[in-house]
């Protein structure tokens, strides 16, 4: 079989997959409603927060919409603080819902800085929210959220937060950093097939929320709202992947957020140890390197693309490439989610046999 280690979709457990073969059940019906609000109490514990959360049926992209169309107003100024391609995308969803976006953007590979945050925001009272990537997929680079929302409080501005590949495995207490909306994906660190979005929204979101006058209809929260005080979703789930999100979300719980997290950080060392070993230099400034996705530099003749399908043909393990302007500059293992150490060992035995292969010689 084959051993997918990208960064979402990821592996999912067999007991998971077996709750998505279910027969079809009302999804208005005194189960389903028990089911829904079970998963909507665990996923609050596992976003560490008090603020009401929804599960949308969509991508991630779908829960980043949701964020944008029910707290702004067309015309409001927003700042995007964007680290690589996520952060771009969801800058440019805001643009094209007509909002005016300050774009704060940093080198690829490395962090926002929190201070240029504050520039920015001193610069220009008139901006109401921030848009920030936790941790950005495309580079495998986790921003200091904490630090960043300091920043954003102290301007009293709403703080929207793509966490898609960051919640559930890398810490992120949703309400000690104050995230006015936090947004995960079913595909990233829940080991679920894709297919739900889950988003958090604060008081202040809701107070902007009152305000907005973007045009919504799917994702109107407000929907959302008033259905889950009847234990249900305004428009027909997924439900298959509820199911599936159900299992595995006793699983995490069982486990435990505090070892998922370190579990997290341990299999990340060992990823980036491991491409380090084989001479090999990751992409991203190593202060922040993610402990979901690690990305690697093409450096000493490495052709990626060759690599990806050498270890995809001769291996059967699946890496990621580079997206927009890394596509053929970097590869990208993802470790989240359904993932161990010896899943990562499996992954730098078979780099060292496929290198050469791809060109690389190790620099003595
Ligand atoms: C995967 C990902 C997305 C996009 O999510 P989809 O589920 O593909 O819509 C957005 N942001 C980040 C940081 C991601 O990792």
Known sequence: ??????????????????????????????????????????????????????????????????????????DDKVLSVSIGAFGDRFATMAERFGAEVTRLSFEWGKPADPDEVRRALQKD?????????????????????????????????????????????????????????????????????????????????????AESKMPRFYWDIGQAKSYLERNQTPWTPAVSVVFALAVSLEMILKEGLAEIVARHARVAQCAREGVKSLGLSLFADEDFASNTVTAVDST????????????????QIVLGGGQQKLDGRIFRIGHLGWVNESDIEKVITALKVALPEAGFVAAR
């Open 1 to 74: 079989m084959e051993e997918l280690r990208i960064p979402g979709p990821t592996p999912c457990p067999p007991e998971v997959l077996q709750a998505m073969a279910r027969q079809m059940i009302n999804h208005r019906g005194e189960e389903f409603q028990g089911i829904l609000m079970g998963v909507t109490d665990n996923l609050k514990q596992l976003f560490q927060t008090k603020n009401d959360l929804y599960i949308l049926t969509a991508s991630g992209t779908g829960g980043l919409e949701a964020a944008i169309v029910n707290v702004l107003s067309p």
């Open 125 to 209: 009272s008139k901006i109401k929210a921030v848009l920030v990537t936790h941790n950005e997929t495309s580079t495998g680079v986790t921003n200091d959220l904490g630090a960043i929302s300091l920043v954003v409080k102290e301007f009293n501005k709403l703080l929207l937060v793509d966490a898609i590949s960051s919640l559930g495995s890398i810490n992120l207490p949703v309400d000690e950093w104050h995230c006015d909306i936090a947004v995960t994906g079913s595909q990233k660190g829940w080991m679920v097939p894709p297919g739900l979005a889950m988003i958090s929204v604060s008081q202040d979101a809701w107070q902007a929320y």
């Open 300 to 315: 000493n003749g490495l052709d990626p693309k060759k690599l990806l399908q050498v270890l995809r043909e001769k291996h």
